[in-house]
């Protein structure tokens, strides 16, 4: 079921935000709304905590939000067999 004060609010307080932060809320541990710092967001992103910010948080939130979590993508590689396209550019 969906919480509708909890959906108000969040509504309200969002229709003034860039697209870049609107997926930035939690739930934190007194069950309340909050928006991720920057910073959380980076490290969700995989960032180290001694990656500077140098840029407002408008534009930080849009660059962790357009990168990607290294981690992951060596994961995904690893699933995946290349070999098959490598063996494919040899042949060319």
């Given at each position: 079921?969906?919480?509708?004060?909890?959906?108000?609010?969040?509504?309200?307080?969002?229709?003034?935000?860039?697209?870049?932060?609107?997926?930035?809320?939690?739930?934190?541990?007194?069950?309340?709304?909050?928006?991720?710092?920057?910073?959380?967001?980076?490290?969700?992103m995989?960032?180290?905590?001694?990656?500077?910010?140098?840029?407002?948080?408008?534009?930080?939130?849009?660059?962790?939000?357009?990168?990607?979590?290294?981690?992951?993508?060596?994961?995904?590689?690893?699933?995946?067999?290349?070999?098959?396209?490598?063996?494919?550019?040899?042949?060319q």
């Amino acid at each position: 079921t969906i919480n509708t004060e909890i959906a108000k609010t969040l509504l309200a307080s969002m229709h003034k935000m860039h697209r870049a932060s609107i997926d930035n809320y939690v739930t934190d541990e007194n069950n309340r709304l909050r928006k991720l710092t920057p910073r959380e967001c980076l490290r969700l992103m995989g960032f180290r905590d001694s990656f500077q910010i140098t840029v407002s948080d408008t534009q930080m939130y849009r660059q962790a939000g357009n990168s990607i979590v290294v981690n992951v993508l060596i994961a995904l590689l690893k699933q995946m067999d290349i070999t098959q396209f490598a063996e494919q550019l040899n042949e060319q």
